[in-house]
DNA sequence: GAGCACTGC
């Protein structure tokens, strides 16, 4: 039969030795019988009690039966016989489960029998949002298969490729990888199905990969397509993978294991949330039964702040009342914590003062981090004030800012599902029901409403197939920004230049200045630059020592421009690294640096990869201002003019008015300067700042400099003042010459930047 | 004279 020959398992066999005694030992092997896409529930259940691992074919470890036992308890292994049907008989599923139902480590395990990539050198895919979860869940499941991580089942994130080409058929990686790859292989055809999984989560990669696979679809039949979510948003997916409205994608529905959690919510609005929140922890402590308690709150000074008060009110507490009153000690959480302290959630709660005393509590006061990220077992009690830091982007103004708002029903229901863990808990929200019900959004906004996104150049933005579309005002910035650095062209198609910066994992202006660097002979520099503004700020300046901080870093710091100081940093951590408490000394984070260099290596293969020369010029000076051109090359369009003389910074174009940053290095108030982030704070500032020149943004960008295009004011008249100069020393530009120039702009060899006037 | 929700490539 035509389907005997499709028989993966004896395909392995070489065919001296089919119908032979080796063929006999062939069908009592694990996967005998097994037709691809047309595996049954029963079959796997055998091969998963079978002595024999299918995939290494050594027999199974007693470790192995072990866990099976227990993944036999898992809601999602009593519903394998309805996945199944449903898989082998759509393309496309969409799957909800609550957390605990076993989805991320089960599901893809059940693809791989009914997919058997192992037997085509197939992949079969799980995106997550966060990469320790990618790392955890991929040794999960290498253990559940009772194979070593990094072979059969591997892992993939950013810095770490955990899997061997040719052996692994399960991998686990983060959402961006698999979109960094997509940008490679738009097929990917490496893959047999590709699981997205938390895509309720909406992060900007799984929101454009749900594009990039819905497209796929058509053209790749063999793809099977995934999406998991945990709460009940699916229809919206279903709708969109549906084919042509008329029929959604089928879902498939997993039950959860969470305890119930009862909620209670307040009469009336709090005024005063934090204040609230306190009073709702002490009074859990007073009289509700042991179990340690999450509270959620916004911010560091916030989480700082309520964990001292509670602690003062709580000991106070327990001096009035030690008979009736335990210990309580109250842990911050928040993810600039460094890891040794956030392990700290891990504690036991207090022993009791006096054997047989009240017991002692432990009260987590946490971010949104652990809404998703991390888990505390043995949360009974959560305090839910409603509010959580937001990022909002205003596209007029070209601005992303953080912002204390209202969470959504979905995102109350996520920290609700916390108190319920390993028992049955109470979650008490300090709003009212009816604010619940009309007040707070289904959904939180999914980042790609909330944020710039020029950061990916995905080919066609506008025609785009998205979820949820981002604002026009939104795209057309991000058009902009992209045409204005020669990476689109006038139809909106991507540039030659544009390919090669969608390959560098970095916002556009970033990539725009490395592939430019080389010119102005400072590549080297530049690439650090780049590394050290991609990861967290280095510096660290703890409360108590604010003035030796300060000190420390006006040594490092160059008065030109902190871009330059940055380098500066950089290159003096490079220099001291025989010095292990070098970084500490200066008040310097040595992870972030750590980090850095990590972020540099990978940009230098990329640069090394399309021929971009690392360059250095010798001469400081001339180096100095060569970098400090290129910064215009990437960033013009992030530049600010002195308006008056107190201090204050209008931005071009957009015409805020801004305030340098008290962190900024510059030891004098330059006439234009160009920044690298605007903060809205107690009032805008710009920081990490660099003095430029006119003449060289009249240089380097003359469209979006062009005088004309700006309207009246300091900044257009000090233009016209450069191009007057300018016209006279060189004679003047007739319109037919601004012509022939911007053509040859786009002619230059990157398109990238042209020399308006004769070089000096 | 300020601060940093959280991820990710």
Redesign the pocket.
């Known amino acids: 039969m035509a389907e005997q020959k499709e028989n993966p398992y004896l395909a392995h066999l070489p065919p001296s030795q089919r119908g032979t005694g080796m063929q006999k030992a062939a069908e009592s092997a694990p996967l005998f019988g097994f037709l691809p896409r047309k595996v049954t529930a029963n079959q796997v259940r055998k091969t998963l009690e079978h002595d024999m691992n299918p995939f290494t074919k050594v027999p199974h470890t007693p470790q192995y039966k072990k866990i099976l036992e227990t993944r036999k308890k898992l809601p999602v292994y009593a519903q394998m016989d309805g996945f199944y049907k449903m898989l082998n008989a759509h393309q496309i599923i969409v799957m909800v489960g609550e957390t605990g139902s076993g989805k991320t480590t089960q599901i893809p395990q059940f693809v791989a029998f009914s997919d058997l990539p192992h037997t085509k050198g197939k992949i079969v895919a799980c995106t997550?949002?966060?990469?320790?979860?990618?790392m955890s869940v991929a040794k999960r499941v290498a253990d559940e298969l009772d194979v070593q991580l990094g072979r059969q089942v591997g892992y993939?994130?950013?810095?770490?490729d955990m899997t061997e080409p040719g052996t692994t058929f399960l991998k686990y990686?983060?959402?961006?990888?698999l979109?960094?790859e997509a940008m490679n292989d738009p097929n990917l055809s490496r893959y047999s199905t590709i699981i997205l999984d938390e895509a309720h989560e909406r992060?900007?990669?799984t929101d454009i990969l749900m594009g990039l696979l819905k497209a796929l679809a058509k053209t790749r039949p063999d793809l099977k397509i995934i999406i998991m979510s945990a709460t009940l948003d699916a229809l919206k997916f279903q709708k969109y993978f549906g084919i042509k409205n008329s029929s959604p994608a089928p879902l498939f529905k997993i039950f959860g294991r969470n305890h119930p959690v009862e909620v209670f919510y307040t009469q009336e609005p709090e005024p005063d949330y934090v204040e609230a929140a306190i009073r709702a922890v002490l009074m859990i402590h007073r009289a509700e039964d042991p179990g340690d308690i999450l509270l959620f709150l916004?911010?560091?000074?916030?989480?700082e702040d309520a964990c001292r008060n509670i602690k003062g009110e709580a000991d106070e507490l327990v001096n009035q009342d030690p008979e009736s009153v335990g210990p309580l000690i109250c842990i911050p959480?928040?993810?600039?914590?460094p890891p040794q302290q956030q392990q700290r959630i891990f504690d036991p709660p207090p022993q009791a003062q006096t054997p047989g005393g009240p017991r002692g509590r432990k009260v987590v006061v946490?971010?949104?981090?652990a809404e998703?990220?991390?888990t505390i077992d043995g949360i009974v009690y959560v305090v839910d004030p409603g509010f959580?830091?937001?990022?909002v982007y205003n596209p007029r103004i070209r601005v992303?800012s953080?912002l204390v708002s209202p969470i959504s029903r979905a995102s109350a229901q996520q920290r609700a599902g916390r108190a319920g863990r390993t028992r049955p808990g109470k979650c008490f929200r300090l709003y009212t029901e009816k604010d619940f019900e009309t007040e707070l959004e289904e959904q939180t906004h999914p980042?790609i409403l909330?944020?710039n996104f020029g950061?990916?150049c995905v080919r066609d933005l506008v025609r785009f197939d998205y979820v949820d579309a981002p604002a026009p005002e939104t795209l057309m910035r991000a058009l902009e920004l992209l045409s204005y650095l020669a990476a689109l062209d006038d139809d909106g198609n991507l540039t030659p230049l544009g390919s090669i910066m969608a390959e560098?994992?970095?916002?556009p202006q970033y990539s725009k200045m490395l592939i430019c660097s080389p010119e102005f002979q400072c590549s080297n520099e530049i690439l650090t630059i780049t590394a050290m503004l991609?990861v967290?700020?280095v510096?660290?300046?703890p409360?108590n020592q604010?003035k030796e901080?300060?000190a420390a870093k006006a040594l490092l710091t160059v008065p030109d421009g902190d871009h330059l100081t940055l380098l500066n940093v950089y290159n003096s951590y490079m220099q001291n690294k025989g010095d292990r408490n070098w970084a500490w000394k200066n008040y310097l984070s040595a992870r972030a640096l750590t980090q850095a260099e990590n972020?540099r290596q990978?940009l230098e293969r990329i640069m090394e990869r399309f021929e971009v020369a690392l360059l250095s010029t010798v001469d400081e000076r001339k180096r100095y201002i060569n970098i400090r051109k290129v910064l215009c090359c990437g960033f013009f369009m992030q530049v600010a003019h002195k308006e008056g003389e107190k201090?204050n910074y209008l931005t071009v174009k957009d015409n805020q008015v801004v305030?340098l940053?008290?962190?900024c290095g510059l030891d004098t108030q330059p006439e234009w300067v160009l920044f690298n982030e605007f903060?809205?704070?107690?009032?805008p500032?710009i920081?990490t700042v660099t003095d430029v020149r006119p003449e060289w943004l009249l240089e380097y960008a003359p469209v979006y400099f062009d005088p004309a295009s700006f309207r009246d004011g300091e900044t257009k008249r000090a233009l016209l003042r450069i191009t007057a100069k300018k016209a006279g020393k060189f004679g003047r530009v007739d319109s037919g010459a601004k012509k022939k120039q911007k053509k040859r702009a786009a002619n230059a060899h990157w398109g990238i930047y042209t020399v308006d006037f004769p070089p000096q």
């Open positions: 997550q949002p966060r990469r320790v979860a990618a993939s994130i950013r810095f770490e990686m983060t959402d961006g990888m979109l960094r992060t900007l990669a916004t911010g560091e000074e916030e989480i959480l928040y993810s600039s914590l946490s971010t949104n981090v998703t990220s991390l959580s830091k937001q990022k992303e953080l980042e909330r944020s950061k990916y560098f994992p970095l916002d991609s967290p700020s510096w660290l300046r409360n604010r901080a300060d972020v990978q201090g305030g940053h008290p962190s903060v809205l704070t107690t009032r500032y920081r």
